[in-house]
């Protein structure tokens, strides 16, 4: 009988043998390096990887077949439900390093051991989006860092915006039902402009605050290493005396925050769906590490006491101005990770993780999801031993209990006694493991007392005050992003009555806005709603801007030359030189992806072919052409998008002199940051380290 022979040679003897990582976090092989195998999962070898086993060559395929059941067995369970929230993340390791020691609040070791470097996990992720949404829709980003300390896992599960929609736990499966896809019709994907989030929203007045921040320019992240982090809910932190102090965790990026323009963000989405899982793997590849210091607000009870608002209510943050965040380490994310599946997709993050020394406080938002996050593993992951996949594992300490069995148990406990006390265990009556009552976990020795009732708390009432205070808070450019971000999504809301309520809330807020807006939409204004407390206006806090507060750098940043037949080697190679200088990464945009001949007769290798690379792709572009080369993409859709877009997504164009009919045809416009390069790149670089935000007001109208 005729067997079709597989067309791939044997794996060589001497090859290296597949890998896989152990129970135990070490890496051990399946196979010894000599024999490299495919077997199946139980270890048997295979003879054929190619047919399946049939009753003759164009016969039936047979039951019998084990390895064909297997294979496809398994691959027909490779998916696991994706995260109901958060479902689409990137994530990478690194390290924390603490810089100053808060041991005078805490005895948790990760916050006293000044210079210990401690291995973390850190996924970020989008909210409202499915795990195959594209990276860049307007949305909040989770933060989420797992520290594998010597105490235990800390996962400090955090957002890019201090504060969120909802005061109360119970609301948050209205608040994600909301925002996800409709329920009849299965849309829209990812995106909180439609009825049934506005709906919500405007019902809702306690998520004004947050709409405010969700409507900024800090869900358009340019790069996951760009974002801020926040721990959102008070927490509070524990010292040797079981002192208690109310603290709030705050992670800042190195490279600034910094956003795209909304036209780019979708234009992306497009272009690269994986715009930021792409820029942070390729950034940690390149060995540009993304960094953040790492703080924290401290306050006694008698400082919270003082604010006027409640730092119970997740809804409100503490501005700088009022409680200094003192910067006390830094997170370095210095490895990607090996597979996607096994440590992105199966971390689970627990607010419940901490250590001795840090505990929650009473936030109704938090108390909540004390309880979520664990359940939610079980129809996540499948199993309450979730706890022992390689990435949930403590690292940084042994984990020993007497919890035993359960689906897919990994470990194999030695002895009899599963119980505690026993005295069977080595050691006999000491026998471990035993509680610790001085170096274990204690929570905060407080009172409560109160009537049992569904209650919210007086001091939650206001709603709007904040919402003020991020709205004033802002420069022009950022108010006006805010307004024109609300003129977008309020008219995918098709029901006027929603409108008009969205409208009436936001006359809380500022009615300069509300004016704006409702011109924007052409709707009549309608008056105040009635808030439940009267809001108040507090000082400006210039820190909760990011327009003026990023560094002018072209660090992290990248820089595309497009690039044509004949062009002039010394402009690519002068620019090129300057860019990567400041930090920058420099990608050859060019016709065709083989490369272009310039000038010199000689070969130049493109990174991008100008139709799959963008400028919506880059923080700044430069146009290196010959006449003919110029003449040519004249006729070239995509290279006009590249320039326009450029243009009118406030980026730094350089160009050589051959390339002026391409910037007419596009409609650029001079300005300071349209920069002839025929004195040397350098002014161009200069322009590059920032947006132009003075070239806004004439390409687009704003609200
Ligand atoms: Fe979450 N959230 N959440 N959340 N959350 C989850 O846990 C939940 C909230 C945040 O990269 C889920 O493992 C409730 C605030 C991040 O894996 C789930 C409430 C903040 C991530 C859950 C909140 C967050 C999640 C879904 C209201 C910022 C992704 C999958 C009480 C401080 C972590 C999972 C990762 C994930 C519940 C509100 C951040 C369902 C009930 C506020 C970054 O357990």
Not at 169 to 193: C, T
Not at 429 to 442: A, I, K, L, T, V
């Amino acid at each position: 009988m005729a067997k079709t022979p597989s067309k791939r040679a044997p794996a060589p003897k001497a090859a290296a043998a597949p890998s896989s990582v152990g129970v135990g976090g070490e890496t051990h092989q399946t196979a010894s390096a000599a024999d490299a195998r495919l077997t199946t999962n139980h270890g048997v070898p295979l003879s054929d990887d190619q047919n399946s086993l049939k009753a003759g060559p164009r016969g039936p395929s047979l039951l019998e077949d084990f390895v064909l059941r297997e294979k496809i067995q398994h691959f027909d369970h490779e998916r696991i439900p994706e995260r109901i929230v958060h479902a689409r993340g990137s994530a990478a390791h690194g390290y924390f390093e603490l810089t100053k020691s808060l041991a005078r609040f805490t005895r948790a070791k990760i916050l006293t051991e000044v210079g210990k470097r401690t291995d973390v996990f850190t996924r970020f992720s989008t909210v409202a989006g499915g795990a195959g949404s594209v990276d860049t829709p307007r949305d909040v980003r989770g933060f989420a860092v797992k520290f594998y300390t010597v105490e235990g896992n800390w996962d400090l599960v955090g957002n890019n915006i201090p504060v969120f929609f909802i005061q109360d736990a119970i609301k948050f499966p209205d608040l994600i039902h909301a925002v996800k896809m409709e329920a009849d019709r299965g849309y829209p994907q990812a995106a909180s402009a439609h009825d049934t989030f506005w709906d919500f929203i405007g019902l809702m007045p306690e998520a004004t605050h947050m709409i405010m921040w969700a409507m900024s320019d800090r869900t358009l992240p340019r790069s996951l290493r760009m974002m801020e982090g926040f721990g959102v809910n008070t927490f509070r932190l524990l010292n040797d005396k079981d002192e208690p102090t109310f603290v709030k965790f705050h992670w800042r990026p190195k490279l600034g925050t910094q956003s795209t323009c909304w036209d780019e963000a979708v234009k992306i989405a497009g272009a690269d769906p994986d715009f930021h899982r792409r820029d942070l793997h390729e950034a940690i590849a390149a060995g540009a590490f993304p960094e953040w210091e790492f703080g924290v607000q401290l306050l006694t009870q008698a400082e919270a006491d003082a604010l006027p608002f409640d730092i119970l209510d997740a809804t409100k943050l503490i501005p700088e101005e009022l409680h200094p965040i003192e910067v006390v380490g830094r997170m370095v994310l210095d490895r990607n990770p090996d597979n996607f599946f096994a440590e992105t997709e199966q971390s689970a993050f627990l607010p419940t993780n901490v250590p001795p020394g840090i505990d929650f406080s009473e936030d109704p938002l938090l108390q909540g999801r004390l309880f979520s996050y664990q359940d939610t593993q079980l129809s996540r992951l499948g199993t309450v031993n979730f706890h022992q996949l390689p990435i949930n594992q403590a690292k940084g300490c042994p984990f020993q209990n007497m919890q035993r069995d359960g689906h897919m148990q990994m470990q194999i406990p030695k002895g009899r006694a599963n119980y505690e006390p026993n005295s069977l265990a080595a050691g006999g009556e000491d026998g471990g493991p035993r509680e610790d009552p001085q170096g274990g976990f204690r929570s905060a020795s407080l009172q409560a007392e109160g009537p049992k009732a569904r209650l919210r708390a007086e001091s939650f009432a206001d709603h709007y005050s904040q919402a003020r205070l991020f709205f004033r808070s802002q420069t022009p450019i950022e108010q006006a992003h805010i307004a024109s971000a609300l003129v977008f999504e309020l008219p995918k809301c098709s029901f006027e009555h929603v409108r008009a309520r969205i409208l009436a809330n936001l006359q809380n807020v500022d009615p300069d806005l509300a004016t704006r807006v409702a011109d924007g939409l052409s709707a009549s204004l309608p008056g105040a709603s009635a808030p439940a407390a009267k809001p108040f206006d507090m000082d400006p806090s210039p820190a909760l801007r990011i327009v003026g507060k990023y560094p002018d750098t072209l660090q992290g940043r990248t820089l595309a030359i497009l690039v044509t037949d004949g062009a002039d080697r010394a402009v690519v190679t002068g620019v090129r030189a300057a860019a990567e200088a400041e930090g920058a990464t420099v990608k050859i945009v060019a016709p065709k992806v083989g490369g272009v001949t310039l000038k010199d007769g000689k070969r130049l290798a493109a990174d991008g072919q100008l139709a799959g690379a963008p400028s919506v792709l880059f923080d700044a572009v430069a146009l290196v052409l010959s006449t003919d080369g110029c003449a040519q993409l004249l006729r070239e859709s995509a290279a006009v998008d590249f320039v326009s877009n450029a243009f009118v997504h406030l980026k730094a164009i350089g160009f050589t002199p051959q390339a002026q009919p391409l910037l007419d045809r596009a409609g650029v416009a001079p300005d300071a940051a349209i920069v002839d390069m025929s004195g040397g790149a350098k002014p161009f670089i200069v322009s590059a380290r920032g947006r132009q935000w003075d070239r806004e007001p004439k390409v687009r109208t704003l609200a």
